[in-house]
C-alpha cells in the first residue's frame, strides 16, 4: 500500500538554525514527490516538487530537497529558519495513474525569534 | 489564471439545512478534488473527478454528494451533516492527459462549521 511518513511531528528551532525535516515514501510506481506548506489559518501552498531529473530540488522561499531512491526518502531542508517559517509542513507522494495525493502526517514547526 | 477559487470562504449549517460549496478552476484542468482536513491534521481525499466523471470516492458517507456540472466546476453537496464534519474543505484541480494525472493545485478552502 501507498504511504508516506514524517518522522518528525513537532519541530523547535531558534532563528537562523537549519533545518532538516525528514519523509519516507512506500510506493511501488513512478514516484511524483511534494513538499506543501500550510501556514497558521492559511491555505495549503507547494514548496516543491520532484517528478524526475535531478534529485535535489529547489523551492520557494529558500526551500530544497534530495530525493534519494535507495532511502525511499524526500527530506527538506533550509540552512537557516526565521520567525515566518512557523508553519505545519506536509510530505505527499503522487499515484499518477488515479490522481490520488497521499499526504504524511504533518511536521508542525515552531521557530522562536 | 492559475487560480482554484472557493465559495463560500466560512459556512455555519444546522444538521437539518442544506448546503453547497463550490468550487471552480480556468486552467483548463480536467480532473478535479475533494479533501476534507481537520486542524493539524493531512488533507484526506473524499472524491476524484476525472473528465466530468467521479473516478474515486474514498468511502465517504451519503450525506456528501459531489456533483461536476462541467470541466471548470466542481460542487459539494451537504445535507443532514454532523457535528463531526466540522472541517476546512478544500478543492484542488490538475492535468490528467491521456490518464496520467498531474501537480495539484488547491484552493483555500471552505471552513465548515456544523452545529
Known amino acids: 500500500a501507498q504511504s508516506v511518513s514524517q518522522h518528525n511531528h513537532h519541530v523547535i528551532l531558534s532563528e537562523a538554525a537549519s533545518l532538516e525535516l525528514g519523509c519516507n515514501y512506500s510506493?511501488?510506481?513512478?514516484?511524483?514527490l511534494f513538499w506543501y506548506v500550510q501556514y497558521p489559518g492559511q491555505h495549503l501552498q507547494l514548496l516543491l516538487k520532484?517528478?524526475?531529473?535531478?534529485?535535489l530540488v529547489k523551492g520557494i522561499k529558500g526551500f530544497e530537497a534530495e530525493f534519494i531512491k535507495s532511502k525511499f526518502s524526500f527530506n527538506l531542508r533550509k540552512p537557516s529558519v526565521q520567525w515566518s517559517d512557523t508553519a505545519e509542513y506536509f510530505c505527499?507522494?503522487?499515484?499518477?495513474?488515479?490522481?490520488?495525493?497521499?499526504f504524511g502526517q504533518g511536521t508542525t514547526l515552531q521557530v522562536k525569534p | 489564471d492559475t487560480e482554484v477559487t472557493q465559495t463560500p470562504k466560512h459556512l455555519v449549517m444546522g444538521m437539518t439545512n442544506k448546503k453547497s460549496l463550490k468550487c471552480e478552476q480556468h486552467?483548463?484542468?480536467?480532473?478535479m478534488y475533494w479533501y476534507k482536513q481537520k486542524a493539524k491534521k493531512p488533507p484526506e481525499l473524499m472524491f476524484v473527478?476525472?473528465?466530468?466523471?467521479?473516478?474515486i470516492n474514498e468511502s465517504v458517507p451519503s450525506r456528501f454528494s459531489p456533483e461536476c456540472p462541467n470541466s471548470s466546476l466542481l460542487n459539494l453537496h451537504l445535507h443532514a451533516l454532523q457535528p463531526e464534519d466540522s472541517a476546512l474543505y478544500l478543492c484542488?484541480?490538475?492535468?490528467?492527459?491521456?490518464?496520467?494525472?498531474?501537480?495539484?493545485?488547491f484552493g483555500p478552502g471552505t471552513r465548515l462549521t456544523v452545529l
Open positions: 484542488a484541480s490538475s492535468q490528467a492527459e491521456t490518464g496520467v494525472f498531474s501537480e495539484q493545485f
Open positions: 510506493y511501488g510506481g513512478t514516484v511524483n
Open positions: 520532484y517528478f524526475s531529473g535531478d534529485p
Open positions: 505527499a507522494v503522487l499515484s499518477s495513474n488515479t490522481g490520488k495525493l497521499i
Open positions: 486552467m483548463g484542468h480536467r480532473a
Open positions: 473527478y476525472s473528465y466530468e466523471k467521479l473516478s
